[in-house]
């Protein structure tokens, strides 16, 4: 293979542990309010950068009444 070919890996794959990084520490500091039960409760980092998401929500599992659907994320811990 070429060498410029083993670069843009390089790239690709630190480019993705970046984001993922940043996804997980995200999810660390912010949480999420249940419209069913009104549990406040967070995911865990690599849920959070996981999950199906919107830009202001994401697809999570209320852990206290087991709703689940697209929630607001609200900014920091809870
Ligand atoms: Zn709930």
Redesign the pocket.
């Known amino acids: 293979m070429h060498p410029v070919v083993y670069v843009i890996i390089v790239v690709v794959v630190v480019y993705a542990i970046i984001m993922i990084a940043r996804a997980v520490n995200r999810g660390a500091n912010s949480h999420f309010i ?6 406040d ?1 967070q995911v865990t980092g690599a849920k959070y950068a996981f999950s199906p998401k919107t830009f202001t929500s994401h697809d999570v599992t ?6 689940h659907g697209f929630m607001e994320v609200q900014p920091g811990k809870k």
């Open positions: 249940c419209p069913k039960c009104g549990n409760f209320c852990p206290k009444c087991g709703y």
